[in-house]
């Protein structure tokens, strides 16, 4: 049998552990939906990096994101169809990395593309650089659309 002082120990000490692990679960959920240290959310910066494009040809928005990531002065160094995957690194000065995923949106009716462009290791979160990509994407887009070179 324990004693009284025994039993309000074990008590404490359950307590406080509790509220630590409690603590420690409280702040890994605010580090995962703010993941970014300008305070944006996950969900801001996703809504920064992604667009959709009214377009149901994958092959000719995957030919399109090359060649405007070219026109902004990146090497492609992997590009994959099956995937909807490209990969290119703009080397003048600094390392730029960029990644783009293109894939059907879920109305089937449209092609979502998402960036996501890393300096030297370090996500990106300034809006800035996927806004000009953005830009000069759809221009490529609407030309493409029309047939004209």
Not at 72 to 80: H, T
Request: overall charge positive; glycine content about 4%; charged content about 20%.
């Amino acid at each position: 049998m324990l004693n009284k002082s025994t039993a309000v120990r074990i008590t404490l000490i359950a307590i406080t552990t509790s509220t630590v692990l409690l603590t420690g679960c409280q702040t890994m959920k605010e580090r995962v939906l703010d993941s970014s240290a300008d305070g944006q959310t996950s969900v801001e910066l996703r809504a920064i990096q992604s667009r959709a494009f009214d377009t149901t040809d994958k092959t000719k928005t995957m030919r399109t994101v090359i060649a405007t990531l070219q026109d902004l002065g990146f090497v492609v160094d992997k590009a994959d169809l099956e995937l909807g995957s490209v990969s290119a690194t703009k080397l003048s000065g600094y390392a730029l990395r960029m990644t783009v995923s293109v894939r059907p949106g879920a109305s089937g009716k449209n092609m979502i593309v998402r960036a996501n462009a890393q300096y030297n290791n370090m996500a990106v979160t300034d809006p800035k650089p996927y806004q000009d990509f953005f830009v000069s994407l759809q221009k490529s887009m609407f030309l493409t659309a029309n047939n004209v070179d």
